[in-house]
C-alpha cells in the first residue's frame, strides 16, 4: 500500500496511551492506513517510518534507554535514514545536543543528539507554574491552539537548518528540523492537530 | 478526543498577563496532565535527600519525601505529621526530577505550606494521622496537583470531586505484602467495567451514583470512557520487581514504592529493579532479569495484614 506508515511511540515512560489514541485519531485525519503500537526494542524500531517520543520525565527514558544500547543506537540510525521523529516535552530534551537545569545546571543524562538545539529543562520553574495557554502555530494554521506547558523545557539554542515554528513570550518551544519536530508543549491533552501535521509529513522509508 | 476533562474550576487557578498572552496556572489539564507524565514510572518515598540522589539515579519518575517511612510510622506510633520544611527544600535544591510530599488527610494548612515551598504535587495520605475525621481538603482551591488513595471506585470518585488529580490504591503502607493493593485496583477495575456495561441506562447509573455518593455526570464519564478521568496508580505493600509487574499488569498506570526500597539492605539495586520491571511489565524474560538483580534475603521481612494492630487504609473520613 502506498500510503501505509508504521508509527511507533516509544514505551519506556510518560503518556504512551496518550499519543497511541491521539495518533489513531491524527491517521483518520490524514487519510492515512498503516499500524500504530508502542515500541521499547531495536527489532520492533527497525521498520518504522515514524517514531514519536511521549512526554515524561527525560532522566527516567534516557538512563532506561542508555541501557539498551541497541534501541539507543537504533534510533539514532533509523533518524539519520530518514525515519520521522516528534518529541513531546521530555522528547524533545531526549532529541536536543545538551540540556542544562534551570536549578541544578548540568545533568548526567545522555541525549540522541539527533536535533541540533540546546535545551533549558524545567525552563519555566516548577510544577506550580506549569500553565496553558494559546499559541500561534502558522504551520498548523489560521488561529491559536491550546498549549500545555508542564515543567517544560524550553530551546536556548538553535543550529542552522532548525526552523522555529512556535515562539512563547520570545522563547522557542518548538522546532522542526528536517524529518524531526519537537514541542515543549504537550499537543497530545489538546487535540490531534500537531500529530495530524506530523503523520501527514511522513514518507515513507 | 478521548481524553476527557471535567469541567474547569476556576477555584485555584491563577491567571495573568505576560506580554498580552494569557496563561493559566493550576487548570485541571495542567494538573491532570502533571500526573499523565508520571505514567509508567515509579515514585519512591525517600526521608533525605541522599536517599532522593539514591532515587533518581536509579530511574525514579518522582520523589515522595515523608519525615518517616510508612514502617516505622507503624513501629514508633505516635502523631505521623508531613515532612521537615528544611529537609524538603534540601531536596529541592538536589534534585531535577519531581518532588511530592504527604499531608494530613484534611490538613489544609499543611497542604497549603507544601504548595508555598514548591512541591510539585501533594498526597493526602493515610500514612499520616488524619486531621480531619469529617473531610478531605477541598482541593480544587489549590494550583498544586494532588493525589489521594482510593480502595474502591466510589472512594476513588468522591476524591476526584473534591479535586485531586491522581488516584492511587491504599494497600497497606509498610506491610511489604501486595495483598491489599492487589485486592483494591481489582475492585475498582471491576466496578469500572460494570457501569461501562451500563453505559446509556441513565437511570441505573443515577443508583450507582447515589449508591457510590458520587455525582451523576462523573458515573456517566466513567460509563463512556470505561476508565477513571484520571491516572490510576498502585500502592501500598509494593517490595520487589515481581510485585511491580504484577500490578502493571493488573492494569495500574505506574507505581509508589515505599518502605519497599528504603527499608531492604539492597536499596540502590532494587530501585533500579523495580523501574526495570514497571517499563517491561509486559515481558517476562525482562523481569526475571530485574528479579534476578535483587536478593530475597534482603527483602524487608513484612507483616501479616490480617492481623496488624494499625490499619492505615481504614483511616480518615471516607
Same mark, same amino acid.
Given at each position: 500500500?502506498?500510503?501505509? @506508515? ?17 495518533? $489513531? ?19 520492533? %524500531? ?5 517514531? %514519536? %517520543? ?64 540546546? @535545551? ?29 506547558? %508542564? ?23 518548538? @522546532? ?23 503523520? $501527514?509529513?511522513?514518507? $515513507?522509508? | 478526543? /478521548? ?61 515522595? /519525601? ?6 516505622? /510510622? ?52 493515610? /500514612? ?17 496537583? #494532588? ?9 476513588? +470518585? ?66 463512556? +470512557? ?19 509487574? #504484577? ?14 526500597? #528504603? ?17 517491561? #511489565? ?37
Amino acid at each position: 500500500m502506498r500510503n501505509s @506508515v508504521n508509527i511507533g511511540v516509544l514505551g519506556i515512560q510518560g503518556d504512551i496511551e496518550e499519543n497511541i489514541s491521539c495518533t $489513531k485519531f491524527a491517521m483518520k485525519r490524514a487519510r492515512r492506513r498503516g499500524e500504530i503500537k508502542v515500541v521499547r526494542y531495536s527489532e520492533d %524500531i527497525e521498520n518504522l517510518d515514524g517514531l %514519536i %517520543i511521549p512526554g515524561g520525565e527525560s532522566t527516567v527514558m534516557s538512563s532506561l534507554i542508555s541501557v539498551q544500547e541497541k534501541v539507543f543506537q537504533s534510533i539514532k540510525r533509523r533518524i539519520s535514514e530518514g525515519m520521522s521523529v516528534m518529541g513531546i516535552c521530555a522528547g524533545m530534551i531526549l532529541l536536543s545536543r545538551k540540556a542544562n537545569d534551570r536549578v541544578i545546571g548540568k545533568t548526567k543524562q545522555n541525549f540522541l543528539s539527533a536535533l541540533d538545539i540546546a @535545551v533549558e529543562r524545567n525552563a519555566f520553574g516548577r510544577q506550580n507554574d506549569s500553565f496553558e495557554t494559546y499559541l500561534n502555530v502558522p504551520l498548523i494554521g489560521k488561529g491559536k491552539i491550546k498549549a500545555i506547558f %508542564i515543567r517544560a523545557p524550553i530551546v536556548t539554542e538553535i543550529g542552522i537548518g532548525v526552523d522555529v515554528i512556535a515562539k512563547f513570550n520570545e522563547k522557542i518551544v518548538a @522546532v522542526k528540523q528536517n524529518n524531526i519536530v519537537a514541542t515543549s508543549f504537550h499537543p497530545e491533552l489538546v487535540d490531534d492537530r500537531f500529530h495530524t501535521l506530523f503523520i $501527514k509529513g511522513i514518507s $515513507k522509508i | 478526543m /478521548v481524553i476527557s476533562v471535567a469541567q474547569q474550576e476556576t477555584r485555584g487557578t491563577k491567571s495573568e498577563e505576560i506580554e498580552k498572552l494569557t496563561i493559566t496556572r493550576g487548570t485541571t489539564l495542567v494538573k491532570r496532565g502533571f500526573a499523565r507524565m508520571q505514567k509508567h514510572g515509579v515514585v519512591m518515598d525517600i526521608t533525605n535527600a541522599e536517599q532522593a540522589r539514591i532515587a533518581e539515579d536509579a530511574g525514579a519518575v518522582a520523589v515522595m /519525601v515523608l519525615d518517616k517511612l510508612p514502617y516505622d /510510622v507503624r513501629k514508633i506510633g505516635g502523631v505521623a505529621r508531613t515532612a521537615s520544611v528544611n529537609v524538603i527544600r534540601e531536596i529541592i535544591d538536589n534534585v531535577t526530577i519531581p518532588i511530592m510530599a504527604k499531608c494530613r488527610i484534611g490538613h489544609v494548612s499543611e497542604a497549603q505550606l507544601l504548595q508555598g515551598i514548591g512541591v510539585d504535587m501533594i498526597d493526602e495520605s493515610e /500514612v499520616l494521622t488524619p486531621a480531619d475525621e469529617q473531610r478531605h481538603i477541598w482541593k480544587w482551591d489549590f494550583t498544586t496537583p #494532588f493525589v489521594n488513595g482510593a480502595k474502591n471506585l466510589g472512594e476513588a +470518585l468522591r476524591r476526584i470531586e473534591e479535586g485531586c488529580a491522581m488516584i492511587r490504591t491504599k494497600g497497606e503502607p509498610g506491610t511489604g505484602n501486595v495483598a491489599e493493593a492487589v485486592s483494591h485496583i481489582k475492585l475498582v477495575n471491576y466496578e469500572i467495567r460494570k457501569i461501562r456495561s451500563l453505559h446509556g441506562d441513565k437511570q441505573e447509573l443515577i443508583n450507582i451514583a447515589r449508591e457510590m455518593r458520587a455525582s451523576f455526570s462523573l458515573v456517566e464519564e466513567i460509563s463512556r +470512557l470505561g476508565r477513571l478521568p484520571v491516572v490510576n496508580f498502585a500502592a501500598g505493600g509494593i517490595s520487589t520487581p515481581a510485585d511491580a509487574a #504484577f500490578l502493571m499488569n493488573l492494569g495500574c498506570d505506574g507505581v509508589f514504592v515505599g518502605s519497599g526500597i #528504603f527499608k531492604a539492605n539492597d536499596a540502590a539495586q532494587r530501585a533500579r529493579a523495580i523501574v526495570l520491571a514497571t517499563t517491561h #511489565f509486559d515481558n517476562p524474560e525482562i523481569v526475571a532479569e530485574a528479579q534476578s538483580m535483587i536478593d530475597e534475603n534482603k527483602s524487608m521481612l513484612g507483616l501479616d495484614t490480617k492481623n496488624l494492630d494499625l490499619r492505615m487504609q481504614e483511616r480518615g473520613p471516607i
